[in-house]
């Protein structure tokens, strides 16, 4: 875990209040904030609901926010907890909150996000897979890389997309490969851990194993989908992933 260091209150403190000034920086952000108990991103969560929930809207919530996104919180992970919160804490706290928020997390960090990801990889990012959306927790893209032979597409996840639950089915041969080709995601499949994935990680799936794949919350995923040829070959989509299960991966 990135260890956080803290020299705010010797700076602003340092000569007038050192006690306050050490308990600021060694004790609150320093053995506080790092304790390996609780993850570095929730901790941030945690702390900018605990400043809503106590009126503070000035700058100390726009450090906490700004670094709430600097861990890894996303828009949507960030929305999700003042909106709960806000039953529970007071609405007007709520507005106050998103009305900060809203200019950390800009529709254009969103679009850099993206732009960073296409350019790591030799492959596009390809159109909405609209197709499919149906089968899917978020939005995912799909764009064709070859149809001879054999099937092959890159597959991207924004971050905290994944698919459901599906089975390649076949009555000979079938299945699929998955390479990964940029950011971090993972797969797993049913009654086993999730295996995380990075660029030139590879997956091979046999025909008839229920599994799904998608990106970490935190990160773009892409991977080319290879289609293993077979006879009969079909895909039966199930359940979505329980968000719970989820929301305990890394």
């Known amino acids: 875990m990135k260890k956080i260091t803290q020299d705010a209150g010797r700076k602003a403190l340092g000569e007038f209040a050192p006690a306050f000034a050490h308990y600021n920086d060694d004790i609150l952000f320093g053995e506080n904030w790092n304790d390996p108990d609780l993850d570095l991103?929730?901790?941030?969560?945690?702390?900018?609901?605990?400043?809503?929930?106590?009126?503070?809207?000035?700058?100390?919530?726009?450090?906490?926010?700004?670094?709430?996104?600097?861990?890894?919180?996303?828009?949507?992970?960030?929305?999700?907890?003042?909106?709960?919160?806000?039953?529970?804490?007071?609405?007007?706290?709520?507005?106050?909150?998103?009305?900060?928020?809203?200019?950390?997390?800009?529709?254009?960090?969103?679009?850099?996000?993206?732009?960073?990801?296409?350019?790591?990889?030799?492959?596009?990012?390809?159109?909405?897979?609209?197709?499919?959306?149906?089968?899917?927790?978020?939005?995912?893209?799909?764009?064709?890389?070859?149809?001879?032979?054999?099937?092959i597409f890159n597959v991207t996840f924004e971050p905290a997309c994944r698919n459901n639950w599906h089975i390649h089915h076949a009555k000979k041969g079938g299945g699929q490969i998955l390479i990964c080709v940029a950011g971090r995601g993972y797969y797993q499949e049913w009654g086993r851990e999730a295996v995380e994935m990075r660029p030139g990680d590879v997956v091979n799936i046999p025909a008839g194993v229920k599994h799904w794949h998608g990106a970490a919350k935190d990160n773009w995923f892409s991977h080319l989908a290879i289609e293993v040829p077979g006879e009969e070959p079909a895909n039966e989509w199930l359940e979505p992933v329980a968000e719970e299960d989820y929301n305990l991966l890394p």
Request: aromatic share 10%; with cysteine.
């Open 41 to 151: 991103k929730t901790r941030c969560l945690v702390t900018v609901v605990t400043l809503m929930a106590s009126g503070v809207t000035d700058s100390s919530l726009l450090f906490h926010l700004k670094n709430a996104k600097e861990h890894g919180v996303t828009k949507k992970e960030l929305a999700a907890a003042i909106t709960h919160a806000a039953f529970y804490a007071g609405w007007p706290k709520a507005w106050a909150v998103f009305n900060m928020a809203k200019d950390i997390w800009t529709d254009e960090d969103e679009k850099a996000q993206r732009a960073a990801h296409e350019n790591a990889m030799p492959f596009p990012i390809g159109a909405p897979n609209d197709g499919f959306k149906q089968y899917f927790s978020g939005k995912s893209y799909l764009a064709p890389i070859s149809r001879e032979q054999v099937g």
